[in-house]
């Protein structure tokens, strides 16, 4: 599958989009200005690029507590991003959510999850509804390595087999789940293999491959939708950041973090590959300066918006 | 005496109990190198090695589980919930197993194990990962409920609470990790009948509050408050929520004649709704002045933003209000 110029181009944006997104919140967060903690992607941007553009605005992804990228992806506004990790009124969730509980359901993004594998049995609920409603839709499940230990992992993907689910399970193996290497903490070949043994499809990826993840996603998609059978997709990347913003980064090397900035970082090997392939400097300067003007502007407007006031937040838990 | 955090008093009595007790373990995750979400078990592992500091996949379930058959089996295993919302996925080896397992074989076997973990809001943690569910487990018959309030009380019920030849629910405010005080390290005690007794914080004769976990220290921050100077006012901290020491509760209304009770968690069928019942169904009913009051948490999710949150938490004006209220 070659990419057209444009889609390859569309892919960087995002990719950009979601790393300067993030330093834009480490900066806030510096300066103290949002309460609580928060879970950064930086160098896992290619993943959420890759596999959220080769969806339609019509299928749905269930996301994690590192979410800022997939739900970019998805199509959020990033000021209604900031605004609800500020706690503003015209935040996703009106502050109630903040960074690791965002939902846009406009968009497809049935939300972000503080519970490691929280979202796979949704994505099995939702896949259902998708069945039972005949839609020519699939829902992406992502998941990070630290969730194929907890038993949720394994009764969605024995259900979503048994009955034939349209879910695209995608695995962000970063290497960690907090602390723990998953190659610690998992028992048998690969986390890809666990998706076979249950007679779903399953591959593994370079996760940083921003354009080999949007053609997997992009043909498992077809396929889901042809065959109707679950696929699963592993793909390695890596985190650059701490776990969360109290991490002393103790149970890995430098040296290791930086041979993943270095060698493996998706967007450097991609503005590469663009270079290569005759993209011009001044068109990715161009694009660098529109994403980091969004995020000012976003940013800023998010800051000079008012605080979510304080209703009956009683009646509010219910619907 | 040093002056610690409660994390650090739980991790002196974890180091006291691995010392002392060649089967004792420690399982949870990321409990190891990187030393509890929290840095309770901070050197844990260099000290002890990683036969008996565990660190676990992302498995709660197992967590919990592993604790009941080691347990019956001649171990004695501490295990962590990283934040004790996440006990909900180990609900099956507490409630239907260890809760369980020595009334139904009929005394044959014990269950002694401490599933200890972070609970409560504060720190914008947001719905998932600020719950305060101990009234859960107060009513589940055999699972005692500790929440302690400070780092001496968290060093001393830790040990209670490993002595205690029943399963045990440990629940680790996350802001008393933040308080440093004078913590004096007593020894492992003989026998666990500490657990189960409130400790009255401060004497007095006009109301009683009762309050356990952080609320205690928010209890005490408005009862210093000017406003309240010309009273005499009696502070109880429950310490252990099941079972609940009454006999303490007594003795104070029937100086006090006046009962307000204080808890973060949301009021319905929780520990402050308990206390209040057993109050009013016993003689003590008779001899009230004022209906007693429950300043409790809202009955809503947390939410993340900071002012959202603390509306949601009892603060020390919505105490002070109460207080006046009732005096
Ligand atoms: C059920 C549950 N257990 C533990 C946690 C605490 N926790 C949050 S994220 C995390 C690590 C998750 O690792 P992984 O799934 O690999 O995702 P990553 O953080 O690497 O993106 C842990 C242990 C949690 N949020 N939910
Ligand atoms: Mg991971």
């Known amino acids: ?319 | 005496m040093p002056e610690l955090t409660a994390g650090q008093s739980i991790n002196k009595a974890l180091s006291l109990i691995l010392e002392s007790n060649q089967t004792a373990f420690i399982a949870g995750e990321d409990i190891g190198i990187y030393g509890g979400a929290f840095g309770v078990t901070e050197g844990l592992l260099e000290k002890f090695g990683n036969e008996r500091i565990k660190d676990t996949p992302i498995s709660e379930d197992v967590i919990a589980g592993l604790a009941v058959g080691a347990s019956m089996t001649g171990s004695r295993p501490i295990v962590e919930m990283q934040f004790s919302d996440f006990i909900v996925n180990a609900m099956d080896p507490i409630v239907n197993q260890a809760a369980k397992l020595h009334f139904m074989y009929g005394g044959a076997v014990n269950v002694p194990i401490v599933v200890r973990g972070a609970s409560g809001a504060g720190t914008g943690a947001a719905a998932q990962h600020s719950q305060s569910l101990e009234s859960w487990f107060c009513h589940v018959p055999g699972l005692k409920v500790v929440t302690p309030s400070n780092a001496q009380n968290a060093y001393d019920l830790l040990l209670r609470s490993y002595v205690d030849p029943n399963p045990v629910i440990f629940m680790e405010h996350k802001l008393i990790y933040k308080v440093k005080e004078n913590v004096t390290l007593n020894p492992i005690p003989k026998d666990s009948s500490y657990l189960g007794k409130a400790s009255v914080e401060q004497e007095g004769t006009d109301i009683t509050i009762v309050s356990y976990s952080n609320m205690v220290n928010v209890v005490k921050e408005a009862v210093a408050l000017d406003e309240l100077q010309n009273f005499s006012i009696e502070i109880i901290d429950l310490q252990t929520v099941s079972p609940i020491d009454f006999e303490t509760i007594k003795n104070s209304l029937i100086k006090t004649k006046k009962l307000l009770v204080c808890q973060e968690a949301p009021p319905n069928s929780s520990v402050g709704t308990t206390v209040i019942s057993k109050v009013v169904e016993s003689d003590l009913f008779n001899i009230l002045e004022v209906a007693p009051k429950l300043i409790s948490g809202l009955h809503s999710p947390m939410p993340s933003a900071k002012h959202l949150e603390s509306t949601v938490i009892p603060q020390k004006e919505d105490i002070l209000n109460a207080i006046q209220d009732m005096l």
């Open chain 1, 1 to 319: 599958m070659t990419l057209n110029l444009d889609k390859q181009l569309e892919l960087h944006r995002m990719m950009m989009l979601i790393r300067l997104f993030e330093e834009a919140l480490e900066e806030m967060f510096s300066r103290g200005l949002l309460h609580g903690t928060m879970h950064l992607s930086i160098g896992q941007e290619a993943t959420a690029a890759g596999a959220c553009l080769a969806l339609e605005k019509e299928d749905l992804i269930t996301s994690t507590h590192r979410g800022h990228g997939h739900c970019l992806g998805k199509g959020a506004d990033a000021f209604k991003m900031f605004a609800e990790l500020l706690g503003r009124e015209d935040g996703y969730c009106r502050g109630r959510g903040g960074s690791m509980h965002i939902a846009d359901l406009s968009n497809g993004n049935l939300g972000a999850n503080g519970i490691v594998a929280g979202s796979l049995t949704i994505s099995v609920g939702a896949a259902l509804s998708f069945q039972m409603q005949k839609k020519d839709n699939i829902v992406l499940c992502f998941f990070g390595d630290g969730a194929v230990n907890e038993g949720s992992f394994h009764e969605a993907l024995n259900l979503a087999s048994l009955w034939d689910l349209p879910v695209l399970f995608l695995c962000e193996n970063n290497q960690y789940g907090m602390s723990m290497a998953s190659d610690k903490a998992v028992a048998g070949e690969s986390i890809a293999s666990r998706g076979n043994s249950y007679g779903i499809e399953s591959i593994q990826i370079d996760g940083n491959d921003v354009e080999a993840v949007f053609e997997s996603v992009t043909s498992f998609k077809n396929e889901i939708l042809s065959s109707n059978r679950p696929k699963f997709i592993e793909a390695v990347t890596y985190r650059y950041r701490g776990h969360s913003k109290s991490d002393r980064n103790l149970y890995r090397t430098s040296d290791e973090i930086e041979y993943w900035k270095e060698e493996k970082d998706p967007i450097k090997r991609y503005i590469g590959k663009l270079m290569e392939s005759g993209v011009s400097e001044e068109k990715l300067k161009e694009i660098d300066t529109s994403v980091k003007e969004l995020i000012r502007d976003s940013v800023k407007k998010a800051l000079d918006s008012p605080l979510s006031p304080i209703t009956n937040l009683e009646e509010d838990s219910y619907a």
